[in-house]
């Protein structure tokens, strides 16, 4: 799928479960001077962390997945 964003075409990664969700997102993402959405069911934060892709990281707010950028583009 694709979206409209700031005038311009971008391909969208679904993230989200498969379900026709009225409520999912579309995380905008900048990366290697490409622009992209993430489609996910929900986002509590967005925030930059060092780890193996796939890895789940604790810190002091909780437990995030690491998400590995580059693998998920097309």
């Not at 799928?1 to 075409?9: A, D, T, W």
């Not at 986002?43 to 909780?62: F, I, K, M, N, Y």
Request: charged share 25%; aromatic share 2%; no cysteine.
């Amino acid at each position: 799928p694709v979206m409209r964003y700031r005038g311009s075409v971008v391909p969208v990664v679904e993230l989200a479960r498969p379900t026709p969700r009225l409520s999912a997102r579309v995380v905008v993402i900048r990366h290697a001077g490409r622009v992209f959405g993430l489609r996910v069911d929900r986002v509590g934060e967005l925030r930059e962390l060092a780890g193996d892709p796939g890895a789940l990281v604790a810190d002091a707010d909780g437990v995030v997945r690491v998400l590995n950028v580059d693998a998920l583009l097309p």
